[in-house]
Structures are given as structure tokens and as C-alpha cells.
């Protein structure tokens, strides 16, 4: 069976190609979800399209949000995605929790997860993965930062783009 991921990033690829302009810099970022990025640190970013999902660079920072996930299912609380994510990607890798907890903007409810995150190839990164809820839908955002990145701006980069994402089906 084909990974979901992959069919959400082509979709995710094809609405950030093809989609109108939105009012107020915003974008469609998947089939349920806009990404309203105005003038913040990522609105200077570069899109790359490909593999599961479009990315998102700025600088040495990336971000991803898609709707299909690894453990993601019917019933499961935020939390519960949350942690079939984070474990069906973490397994083998050096893990430091840095921050768990719950958030919520004008539009979403957030479970989040930061982590500073050392792979068998020593490529250390600060990782932030959250699972947000609007409307009755789901999204996985996940970002990366270097390793030196400290928890109080990654907790501000994640809660600026956060409150960047709103519901909104693509037309």
C-alpha cells in the first residue's frame, strides 16, 4: 500500500502551484488548510515540491503540514496522533523531549511535541511536531530547526506558524 503521506504531498504540490491568491498572503496548504504567512519570518521562504509533501525553507529552518500521517485514525485524541507520529518516526534515533504540551489559536487546537533529535548519521536538529484540529479536520506540521536553536524561538516559531494555519477547503 502506497505511503498517504505521498498522495497528500502531491495534492499539498499541485494547490500550492495552481491555487489562486487568497487574501492576506494566504496560500492553500492542503485540501483543508490554508497557510497565511503575511509578513513573518517564513514569507521570504522558498517552496520545494516533492517527496511527501511541499517544504517549506527558511534559511536553515523547514516546514512541512499535510493531512495524511502516520497514525493518524478515526476515535484517536490529538495526543494520541501526536504519538504515533513522533514514535513511527523517532524509532533508532537519539531523543531529548524538550517540550510537550497543548496549545490553541484563533482556529486550531495544537498537541505539540519538541524534541532535539540526533539520527545515526549525527545530523542533530531541534525537531517541533504538532497535530492541529479545525473543523473536524486533521494536519501533521512538522519542523525542523539546527540544533543550536533555542527552546524559547523554536516555541515562538511554532506558535507563529501555528497561528498561521486556518481551516478553508481548496476550491
Known amino acids: 500500500m502506497a505511503d498517504p503521506r505521498l498522495s497528500m504531498g502531491l495534492v499539498a504540490g499541485v494547490l500550492l502551484a495552481a491555487a489562486p491568491a487568497l487574501a492576506d498572503d494566504c496560500q492553500y496548504l492542503t485540501e483543508h488548510f490554508q497557510l497565511c504567512l503575511g509578513d513573518s519570518f517564513w514569507s521570504d ?9 511541499a517544504t517549506l525553507y527558511a534559511g536553515d529552518f ?4 499535510f493531512e495524511a500521517y502516520l497514525g493518524k485514525a478515526p476515535g484517536h485524541s490529538l495526543n494520541q496522533d501526536l504519538s504515533e507520529l513522533t514514535g513511527g518516526m523517532d524509532e533508532g534515533d537519539q531523543t531529548q523531549v524538550l517540550l510537550e504540551d ?9 498537541a505539540r511535541h519538541i524534541a532535539s533529535i540526533t539520527p545515526h548519521d549525527g545530523s542533530a536538529r531541534v525537531v517541533a511536531r504538532m497535530i492541529a484540529s479545525a473543523e473536524g479536520q486533521r494536519i501533521a506540521i512538522l519542523m525542523t530547526a539546527p540544533a543550536d536553536t533555542p527552546l524559547a524561538e523554536m516555541d515562538r516559531l511554532t506558535r507563529d506558524m501555528a497561528g498561521s494555519i486556518h481551516p478553508g477547503a481548496a476550491p
Open 102 to 110: 497543548s496549545l490553541q489559536t484563533q482556529d486550531l487546537r495544537l
Open 62 to 65: 523547514s516546514f512541512e503540514g
Open 45 to 53: 521562504g522558498t517552496w520545494e515540491n516533492g517527496g511527501d509533501s
